[in-house]
Every structure is written in C-alpha cells, then in structure tokens.
C-alpha cells in the first residue's frame, strides 16, 4: 500500500491554467474519488499522478519516493479507461499478459497472476476470445484484470464506467470496490457522477475550476458542505437556494414570508445582511396544523408533479418570496397533488444551511444530531 501525496501542484496548457497549486495527500488503501464538472481539471490531475502529463510545478511522491519527473513506466501505477484500451487483435490472455511480458516476466508466474485474475473477475471462460467477441462489462472487467496482473502500487481509474449502462454500472461499482478492499491497493478514482464517488469512496475531492473545493468523506461533504458550489454540486437532486434577509433574528424571503433560526445559531452578522438558504429536496416535508409552529414554513404552488413509485417530486414556486423561487421538494409516498395547488412544506431548521450570498461561503449553524 502506497501514500501518494501531491504538493504544490500546477499545470497549464499554454496560457491556460488547469491546475491550481493543488495539495493532496492519499493515504495507504485508501479510495479516493475525484469529482466536479467537465472542464474542472479532474483527469488531468489522474493522468499527473500517473506520468502521463508533465506538470509545471510542485511535486508527487509515492511513499518517501518522488515521481514528479519520472516517466509512466517507472511509477508503477495501472491506469483503467473509459475507452478499455484493449488491444483488438490479441486475446483476453493475451491482452493481460501483455505488460508482465514486457517487464520479460517469466511465464510461469504471468499465468499464475492471470489464473487469479481470470478467478477473482470471473473471466476464466473469455480467456481466448478478442476484445470483439465481449460485452461492454466483460471488456470492462479485461481491462481492470490487466491492472490486477501488474500488482502496482496504485490503481487510477479514469471514468472507467461511463460507456456502460445503468444497470451494470452500479454492479460494476460493487465490483469495483469489493475488489479495491480485497486487495488493499491505494485508488484514485476520476468520475463526473457525484452518486458513483458517494457509493464508492472513502474520501471525495471535489474540484472545480482547477482547484480543490473540498475534500471529505462523501457524508461530510452531504451534511457540511464548505460552501454553495460543493452544496449544488454533492447530493441528487440538487440543494435549492433561496435568497434571505436577515432581519429581527429570522430570515425574511419576502414582505410576509419568513422563517426562524434555530436557537443555537450564532451571529450572522448586521442585520438586514443577505443570505441564501438551502434545503435539499429531500428534507421537505410537508407542513400541517398539528406540526410545531416554530418549524419553518412556505407555500409551494405546484407546477410540475413526478411519481416515482415511493417518493414523490414537487417542482414549484415559492409563494410571496422576494425572488421568483423555483424549488424541488421530494417527498416520501404517493401524494394526491395536483398542478396548481398550493402546499405548504417545511423542514427541520438543523437541516437547513446558510450560505454568504457573495461569496458563497458555508456560515456555521450547530446542527443537532
């Protein structure tokens, strides 16, 4: 097992930057997924840590070893892609034995590494097919195969499910990671389904714009997120915002439309100071007479209804708010809505979060347990 820590690191096409000062430490088997929108610098931090991009500045070191200037061969490290990266005219056998023969392993012990990889991934029947003669799945498990065989010091898997459906990409993911704490291995996972890196992972990192937002276990970053983006961004169905102002200890959403502050909250600063308020849609229930008055409350005309068998989703304007507040409540069971109806929901006020409105930040509401 191998700590992989990152430094410093920067890097830029031309003149322009990818990369921004990036610091990260990797600990020994542990699962690591990278996340964040396209364009956000998550594959091209994968590939540096595997040697196929020459970075600008700072430094990677495996262990006590740097690898920051070494070439993809000598870091040790198996990559896994998105297009398999199988070669067409050799056969499965072949195509895992490929690597070890290069390195001019003896042949005994590549069949042993295949013989157990062919086990562990159930691919002892598709040893003499081509690539041609597989599924997407079976192509998928060839390529993670070839990995195992190299017994490197990292996997680095670089959206290795995005060509396979949906069905099969949550066993894939099953698979994926059972195999990961069989064998121990440190992993870096690159995915853009922010799902997948919360089913998965034992940290996430999420990046955007070439700079690391946060880093946490998937449930920190769900329950505590470091500000507006990694809130929108963690989480499906997205948080909703609702612009607030702070005024008499409440937050005012319009001339007749507020909610209270939970008592523990501390100062959040000059009154009349705007906010956003986020609840995600999952934590919407809906409000009736008998519920605690001191429970935060608004009217949702509902414009758009989805039955999904055990939830249901209510898109819809909040009423008298000072914006023209478009939210997503999802609720539990089969409601008897229709569109055009008014409902009121509301929410626990420790589930609620509070974000400055410009810049973003997360400010501190104790939340209780």
Same mark, same amino acid.
């Given at each position: 097992?191998?700590?992989?820590?990152?430094?410093?690191?920067?890097?830029?096409?031309?003149?322009?930057?990818?990369?921004?000062?990036?610091?990260?430490?990797?600990?020994?088997?542990?699962?690591?997924?990278?996340?964040?929108?396209?364009?956000?610098?998550?594959?091209?931090?994968?590939?540096?840590?595997?040697?196929?991009?020459?970075?600008?500045?700072? /430094?990677?070191?495996?262990?006590?070893?740097?690898?920051?200037?070494?070439?993809?061969?000598?870091?040790?490290?198996?990559?896994?892609? +998105?297009?398999?990266?199988?070669?067409?005219?050799?056969?499965?056998?072949?195509?895992?034995?490929?690597?070890?023969?290069?390195?001019?392993?003896?042949?005994? +012990?590549?069949?042993?590494?295949?013989?157990?990889?062919?086990?562990?991934?159930?691919?002892?029947?598709?040893?003499?097919?081509?690539?041609?003669?597989?599924?997407?799945?079976?192509?998928?498990?060839?390529?993670?195969?070839?990995?195992?065989?190299?017994?490197?010091?990292?996997?680095?898997?670089?959206?290795?499910?995005?060509?396979?459906?949906?069905?099969?990409?949550?066993?894939?993911?099953?698979?994926?990671?059972?195999?990961?704490?069989?064998?121990?291995?440190?992993?870096?996972?690159?995915?853009?389904? +922010?799902?997948?890196?919360?089913?998965?992972?034992?940290?996430?990192?999420?990046?955007?714009?070439?700079?690391?937002? +946060?880093?946490?276990?998937?449930?920190?970053?769900?329950?505590?997120?470091?500000?507006?983006?990694?809130?929108?961004?963690?989480?499906?169905?997205?948080?909703?915002?609702?612009?607030?102002?702070?005024?008499?200890?409440?937050?005012?959403?319009?001339?007749?439309?507020?909610?209270?502050?939970?008592? /523990?909250?501390?100062?959040?600063?000059?009154?009349?100071?705007?906010?956003?308020?986020?609840?995600?849609?999952?934590?919407?229930?809906?409000?009736?007479?008998?519920?605690?008055?001191?429970?935060?409350?608004?009217?949702?005309?509902?414009?758009?209804?989805?039955?999904?068998?055990?939830?249901?989703?209510?898109?819809?304007?909040?009423?008298?708010?000072?914006?023209?507040?478009?939210?997503?409540?999802?609720?539990?069971?089969?409601?008897?809505?229709?569109?055009?109806?008014?409902?009121?929901?509301?929410?626990?006020?420790?589930?609620?979060?509070?974000?400055?409105?410009?810049?973003?930040?997360?400010?501190?509401?104790?939340?209780?347990?």
């Amino acid at each position: 097992m191998t700590q992989i820590q990152i430094s410093g690191l920067s890097k830029a096409y031309g003149p322009q930057p990818v990369l921004h000062d990036i610091d990260l430490t990797i600990e020994p088997g542990e699962f690591v997924a990278l996340v964040g929108p396209s364009g956000c610098g998550k594959s091209t931090l994968l590939r540096s840590i595997a040697g196929l991009e020459q970075t600008d500045r700072g /430094s990677i070191h495996f262990g006590t070893r740097e690898v920051t200037h070494l070439p993809a061969q000598a870091r040790e490290v198996a990559m896994v892609f +998105q297009s398999y990266a199988l070669y067409p005219h050799m056969t499965v056998y072949d195509n895992l034995a490929f690597g070890p023969r290069q390195r001019k392993e003896p042949e005994a +012990q590549v069949r042993q590494r295949i013989d157990k990889a062919a086990r562990t991934l159930h691919l002892g029947d598709y040893l003499k097919r081509y690539p041609r003669q597989l599924s997407g799945g079976q192509r998928q498990r060839v390529a993670m195969g070839r990995a195992l065989v190299r017994e490197p010091r990292a996997f680095l898997f670089d959206e290795p499910l995005s060509n396979l459906d949906a069905q099969l990409r949550v066993q894939m993911r099953a698979e994926i990671r059972l195999l990961q704490r069989e064998f121990g291995t440190t992993t870096v996972y690159v995915t853009h389904d +922010q799902e997948e890196a919360m089913t998965m992972a034992d940290r996430v990192v999420v990046l955007r714009g070439g700079r690391i937002e +946060q880093v946490g276990a998937p449930l920190t970053l769900y329950d505590t997120p470091a500000n507006e983006f990694v809130a929108r961004f963690v989480g499906s169905p997205p948080m909703n915002l609702l612009r607030a102002r702070l005024q008499r200890g409440r937050l005012q959403l319009g001339p007749e439309l507020h909610v209270p502050l939970p008592a /523990s909250a501390p100062s959040l600063g000059d009154e009349g100071r705007w906010l956003n308020l986020g609840v995600r849609p999952e934590h919407f229930t809906l409000a009736t007479e008998a519920a605690d008055a001191a429970l935060p409350s608004l009217p949702l005309r509902v414009q758009g209804i989805d039955h999904l068998g055990s939830q249901t989703e209510l898109h819809g304007q909040v009423l008298g708010a000072h914006d023209e507040h478009r939210i997503l409540a999802r609720l539990p069971g089969r409601l008897s809505v229709a569109v055009g109806d008014v409902v009121p929901l509301s929410w626990a006020p420790r589930l609620q979060h509070l974000f400055d409105l410009d810049s973003g930040v997360a400010l501190s509401v104790q939340r209780a347990a």
